[in-house]
Each structure stands twice: as structure tokens, then as C-alpha cells.
């Protein structure tokens, strides 16, 4: 070993800088290592993305002139559906309407048949109090030619203003 005139002390410090500039230098490298096949995978994954970007590319391509006629189709259906819908709203808000005039025609309807049985029922409490006037003058004048019949059937007893009692012959 050739002396330089450092002392042991120095001789360590230099011997330990030594290896601590070794260490840096391997951790730089692998550091450096790390981020180059960071960035090679990188690449590879962008090489990747652009192949599968050109295989959706030539799909689409390949499916879009069948896609065409579909959606043509789907359009012309969805648009059927709404005239349906359109027609069947209409034809229900005309029932609604219908149902309504007649619901309103047979409310008046009730009315005036409600009107019009009250005032039979009036007509009918009088014709019945005219018919049991009428039969009770009726029941009154049998009662009275029954009793005059009866009267006219008996016989004649001597009247006291005759004065004989009896006949005059």
C-alpha cells in the first residue's frame, strides 16, 4: 500500500466515501434500469392499444354498412310506435269525452226521473185520498139505502095519529 501521508482515519472516510459513491452509482443504474422498462412497456402497451384501435377500426368498418339498414329499421319502428301512440291517446281522450256526455246525460236523466216519480207519487196520494173519499161517500150512501131497505121491509106499524090502529076499509 503506498502511504500518502493520511492518516488511518482519513484512510476509512475515503475507503467508506468510496463505497457509499459505489452504492449511489448502482442505485442510480438500477434506477435507471426501472425506468427503461418503464418506458419499453410503455411503448409495447401503446403498440398494443394501436393494433386493437385498428382491429375496432376494421370492425366498425366492417359492421357499419350492416349496422345501416338496422338502425334505418329501429328509426321506422320507434316512429310507428309514436303514431300508435298518438292514434291511441287520441281515440282514448275521445272515449274519456264520450263517457263523460253520457255520464252527464244519465246524471240528467236520474234527475228527471227522480223529478218526475216524485210527482207520481204526489198524483198517486191524491188519487188515493179521492178514491177513500169516494169510498167512504159510497160506503156512507149503502149504508143508508141499506138501512132505508130495511125500513121499507118492515111492517107498517099503527101510526098514533090514526087512531083505530087499524085498517080502513
Partial sequence: MVTTGMTPLATLALVQVSWADGLAAVSLGLIALFWLAIAIGV???ITLVMRLLKRVEGLVEEVAPKAAPLLERANEIAGNAAAVSHSVRAEIERVGETVQGLNEQIHQAMETAT?????????????QEEV????????ATARGLQAAAETLRRPALPSPIRGDGGDES
Avoid at 223529478?115 to 188519487?127: C, K, L, S
Avoid at 177513500?132 to 160506503?139: G, Q, R
Wanted: avoid cysteine; aromatic fraction near 4%; charged fraction near 30%.
Fill in 115 to 127: 223529478e218526475q216519480v216524485r210527482r207520481f207519487g204526489t198524483v198517486v196520494r191524491v188519487v
Fill in 43 to 45: 411503448l409495447v402497451l
Fill in 132 to 139: 177513500e173519499d169516494l169510498l167512504l161517500d159510497a160506503t
